[in-house]
């Protein structure tokens, strides 16, 4: 497949940024920041989204979805990397979205899938639990009971849990805490008994919670897939949120190089632009180049699982592990280049420094993937 | 697309029964290379079967106009014969600068009579080119060059001293940078002329590298005589064909380095020097790391040549972008050799070794050197691209 948008994707992306740029800028988070919103993003922003079909961009037709595909979920992700703009995307319509339309049985398809399409339901994928990402590490436990489970345990780092309607969760219904098998998931309403969620604040200012299960009882048809074969939808499900993630780093990376660009272009010390010296023309043009390898790992990635590609999660976790420095590159490097200014809060670079790390941290970081490729590939 | 796919088919029946099998293995040494020319050398006759069959079905140049010799084919059709090539590891039938770098110049600048003269002998294999561009005082400051070139009767004459003239002494002739006008800004009195190396003018040195090897020469001219419509585009013009040259020039390097990308695995050779837990997990965990962070940036680098090869087909391309990939891929290509040597441990310092990994790593050292240095290549990316002032 040729690496290039199609006609389609290019229109959605030129769409997407109008949107964005307009009326989604830094400044909505800065201001959600500074108000602190119990929400952490803004409703109507994401019914506009939900309005252009961003929300059902993995959805199917007849769920009321646009059924666009990975690239153009990318697309979509890239551009609010460039904008920062807050939104359930990432936890609902990517990942919740592939979860239900993917593994969901017909009533869970019936019942939530043209609400995620929508924009009225949130869902939230609740999956670590140690310091820092494990998806085959769960203790979160999920015991028969009369209803269906019962499920106990903790999760943390869920990105959008205390905005989230329905909660993808993994717990344990058989085997050992490392097992792959044994991994059961779950759609757990969050009105649920027993079911506590916590907002944490985060350094980028953007939303993620932790989510205690108290003996939280669910019907069978809670569940998703089957019982214990839960590990490979999850990683599916991970898989295609890791690729949007990175596609949205790609978009933080080039916005962090764009201003760059600009500041080198006006600032002046010693009699001439800044931009005229080599030591700083250099690390742009390094970091350019960066950039662009990096932005061919996220194509690749989000073509591969359009095409369910056998090397799909090979390709991921290159893009993921790829990006995740690349980003952190760029995110470094403008605030260096940009000097003292780039170090106040008033000055807009710093809010990228805090949202690629995170999104960094989110769902595997670059040591992360690069240990799963070194094994996936015999070493 | 039903057209491609016989292609495809058609292409891949004609390789099976042409290719001989002693060609469809890796490059192993030096002489596992052809490069024709007016004294070639063979180390086998299959070499020279695959040669003769492939000239004869015009694959040496597959994308040249059938007129001076090249196959015709389309681009997609020439990505095809690479892709069935690489299928069955079949060997290039033919190494040569007349292909890569002065055959797409003569392509755009050339005139029709230098056309058909110098371009069929090139996809046939009998006329071996050398590059005559660097000069002991004009290294990454090309455009400084002062070999002269000055009017003489019904010929030029031209004196001076080029260097790194790629096997220069195996040259039958050379695409030669000049200064044509000595008055000119140094840009506009260049020109690029074809001269016949057969001559008492014109003498070779080669230069004893770091590895051993002497593939490099110093190339001297002394009233070395060349014909006046051997000059190639526009007197004094010839900035502008050098520099095409030299975008393919790096594309030549870069693609040298996505070869080995697209080759054995690092990880393998690694595995096999340093060995496996009984869990599969190499034994030495911070030599893992930097293979896995090294293979992952060779992947992104192969789909960067594949997308940006796409960007160019579909008219979206930057020709700038050859630097970037010339830069990227020469630093990765040393980083691989570096974790190759680190793998190999005591082992890989011996000169003896049969992979003569050692020679391979010194070698390597030249990749961000020649072609433009990678300090060259980022100031084109930062000007050219990112339109960053000069000084």
């Known amino acids: ?379 | 697309m039903t057209d491609l796919n016989t292609f495809r088919r058609e292409t891949q029946a004609w390789l099976e029964s042409n290719c001989p099998s002693a060609m469809c293995q890796p490059l192993r040494d030096e002489d596992d290379s052809v490069w024709g020319g007016r004294q070639p050398t063979f180390k086998n006759d299959e070499q020279i079967v695959w040669l003769e069959r492939m000239v004869e079905k015009r694959w040496t140049a597959p994308e040249w106009p059938v007129e001076y010799g090249g196959g015709g084919l389309s681009k997609a059709q020439g990505k095809i014969l690479r892709e069935e090539m690489k299928a069955i590891s079949a060997r290039p039938p033919l190494m040569s600068f007349g292909i890569w770098m002065l055959g797409p110049a003569l392509l755009k600048y050339g005139t029709a009579a230098q056309k058909k003269t110098h371009l069929p002998p090139i996809t046939r294999g009998e006329i071996r080119w050398a590059q005559g561009y660097s000069e002991p005082n004009s290294g990454s400051d090309l455009a400084s060059l002062s070999t002269r070139c000055e009017h003489n009767g019904d010929h030029y004459l031209i004196n001076g001293q080029k260097i790194w003239t790629s096997f220069g002494h195996k040259g039958d002739w050379i695409f030669v940078l000049v200064r044509t006008d000595v008055e000119a800004a140094k840009h506009d009195g260049i020109s690029l002329v074809l001269v016949d190396m057969a001559q008492p003018g014109v003498t070779t040195r080669p230069i004893k590298l770091l590895s051993g090897a002497s593939h490099f020469c110093e190339t001297f001219f002394d009233d070395a005589r060349c014909e006046l419509d051997n000059v190639v585009g526009e007197l004094n013009q010839g900035w502008t064909v050098a520099k095409y040259l030299l975008t393919h020039e790096r594309e030549m390097i870069g693609g040298s380095a996505i070869g080995r990308a697209a080759m054995r695995p690092l990880s393998e050779f690694v595995a096999q020097q340093v060995g496996l837990n009984e869990f599969g997990v190499l034994l030495d965990s911070v030599l893992r790391t930097d293979v896995a962070r090294t293979e992952i940036d060779a992947l992104a680098f192969l789909w960067t040549t594949e997308r940006i090869a796409d960007e160019a087909k579909a008219g979206q391309g930057i020709g700038a972008m050859s630097a970037m990939l010339k830069y990227y891929g020469t630093e990765l290509n040393k980083r691989r050799y570096e974790l190759m040597m680190y793998s190999a441990g005591h082992d890989a310092l011996a000169l003896d070794r049969e992979d003569h990994l050692v020679r391979d790593w010194l070698r390597t050292k030249g990749n961000s050197i020649e072609g433009g240095t990678s300090e060259v290549q980022l100031n084109i990316v930062a000007k050219r691209i990112l339109g960053l002032p000069s000084v």
């Open chain 1, 1 to 379: 497949m040729a690496m290039l948008l199609t006609d389609e994707q290019n229109m959605l992306r030129d769409a997407a940024r109008g949107f964005l740029q307009a009326s989604a800028p830094i400044d909505q988070l800065r201001r959600l920041r500074d108000e602190a919103s119990s929400d952490g993003y803004d409703r109507d922003t994401w019914k506009s989204m939900a309005e252009m079909g961003w929300s059902g961009v993995l959805i199917p037709e007849d769920h009321g979805g646009v059924a666009m595909g990975h690239v153009a979920a990318g697309v979509i992700a890239e551009e609010m990397g460039r904008t920062l703009t807050a939104s359930p995307f990432l936890s609902t319509a990517v990942m919740g979205a592939i979860a239900v339309a993917g593994y969901g049985s017909a009533s869970q398809r019936e019942q939530w899938l043209s609400k995620i399409a929508d924009g009225t339901t949130n869902v939230a994928v609740a999956v670590d639990e140690d310091r820092s990402h494990s998806p085959g590490l769960v203790t979160t436990s999920a015991q028969a009971s009369d209803r269906g489970f019962r499920i106990s345990g903790g999760k943390s780092f869920v990105a959008d849990g205390h905005v989230a309607d329905l909660i993808l969760v993994s717990a344990r219904s058989s085997g050992g805490v490392r097992d792959e098998n044994g991994i059961s998931l779950f759609l757990v309403p969050r009105d649920c008994a027993g079911l506590t969620i916590e907002r944490q604040m985060m350094v980028d200012s953007r939303n993620s919670a932790t989510v205690q299960f108290d003996g939280v009882e669910v019907d069978f048809d809670a569940l998703v897939g089957e019982a214990g074969a839960g590990y490979a939808v999850l990683e599916h499900v991970l898989d295609a949120g890791r690729a949007c993630l990175a596609a949205e780093m790609l978009g933080s990376a080039q916005e962090c190089l764009a201003q760059t660009i600009d500041y080198l272009s006006t600032r002046r010390q010693f009699d001439r632009t800044i931009g005229s010296f080599q030591a700083l023309q250099h690390r742009a043009a390094h970091l350019f180049t960066e950039i662009e390898i990096g932005r061919s790992a996220v194509m690749r990635a989000l073509q591969a699982l359009d095409a369910a590609s056998k090397d799909r999660q090979l390709i991921v976790s290159v893009a993921k592990s790829k990006v995740g420095r690349v980003a952190q590159l760029a995110a470094q490097e403008a605030i260096q280049m940009h000097g003292g200014i780039g170090m106040t809060d008033e000055f807009n670079i710093g809010f990228f420094l805090k949202r690629v790390r995170v999104a960094e941290a989110l769902y595997g970081d670059a040591n992360f993937h690069a240990d799963k490729f070194a094994r996936m590939r015999n070493y």
